[in-house]
């Protein structure tokens, strides 16, 4: 990506964020994001560990 198209990009993100409800937005969608991730890996770890025989 050359430096325009990257700032063109961060103008289109500046613009898009620029009401309190869509920071809001993005917020709640970050801190989901995290929580599933959480739960994947809390799932996930015990399961690999059986898998590989490592109870």
């Not at 801190?31 to 994947?40: C, E, N, P, W």
């Amino acid at each position: 990506m050359d430096v325009g198209n990257l700032i063109s990009y961060t103008n289109d993100v500046v613009k898009l964020l620029q009401h309190k409800r869509d920071i809001n937005n993005l917020i709640h969608t970050l801190q989901r994001t995290i929580s599933l991730s959480s739960t994947f890996h809390s799932d996930f770890n015990p399961l690999h560990k059986l898998l590989q025989g490592k109870n």
